[in-house]
Each structure stands twice: as structure tokens, then as C-alpha cells.
């Protein structure tokens, strides 16, 4: 059981498409931790969490193919802008920014499952 397991993971991140999905629900579980630690007060915990939300879009848009085509530019564009909004989210403790965000990631992760049908 736990060696299949292992193999079944280890699947799952050898997989290019399957990785971008796991970086996409990353962000949604780090920004879900942002919302925790503002209503707690907590803002060692709300940076630490938003500087790794911001950490898996600057890793996005490392491994973007601007030979592809445009979409590679509106990607980049648009992940630099979900950096921002975390940048000033952190800053003035603003929920909605993070819901934002959440949504902008939802919506690239139904995306990125139509596209690649995972």
C-alpha cells in the first residue's frame, strides 16, 4: 500500500500539466491560510503565507514559453498583477483582494483542467 502510494505520487509530479495544477491549488491553500491570519491578527503568519503564494506565481511565470504564443504574455501579465494584489492585500489587511485572487486561481484551474482534462 505505501509503495503505491509512493509510485502514484511520483506520477502525479512527473507530470508537467499535473504540477501547474498542484501549483494553481497551492496558491488557493496558502491565500485560504492569508484569510485565517488576518481575522487572527497574526501577521507574522499572513506574510509567510502570502510570500508563498507570491513564491508559486513568480515560479509560474519562470517556466512560461513566450515561444508558445500570446497566451504566455497574457499569463505573465496576469500573474504579475496577482503579485501586486497580494503585495497590497498584505499590506492593508484586505479580504477581498485575497478573495480575488482565489477567484482569478479558480478560474485558472478550470481552465487548466479543460484544457488538459485532468
Known amino acids: 500500500m505505501g509503495i503505491e ?10 507530470d508537467p500539466y499535473a504540477l501547474i495544477l498542484k501549483l494553481y491549488e497551492g496558491v488557493i ?3 485560504s491560510f492569508v484569510k485565517s491570519a488576518i ?9 509567510t503565507y502570502i510570500n508563498k503564494a ?3 506565481f513568480d515560479e509560474l511565470r519562470n517556466v ?4 508558445g504564443g500570446e497566451v504566455a504574455y497574457y499569463l505573465d501579465g496576469l500573474y504579475l498583477y496577482q503579485i501586486e494584489t497580494l503585495f497590497s492585500a ?4 484586505n479580504i477581498n483582494s485575497i478573495n480575488q485572487v482565489i477567484k482569478v ?3 485558472l484551474i478550470d481552465a487548466w483542467k479543460d484544457e488538459t482534462g485532468l
Do not use: C, H, R, W
Open 39 to 47: 481575522e487572527d491578527e497574526n501577521i507574522e503568519a499572513k506574510f
Open 64 to 67: 512560461l514559453d513566450f515561444d
Open 54 to 56: 507570491i513564491a508559486i
Open 90 to 93: 498584505g499590506v492593508d489587511d
Open 105 to 107: 486561481t479558480q478560474g
Open 5 to 14: 502510494a509512493y509510485n502514484q505520487q511520483n506520477a502525479v509530479s512527473d
Open 29 to 31: 491553500k496558502y491565500l
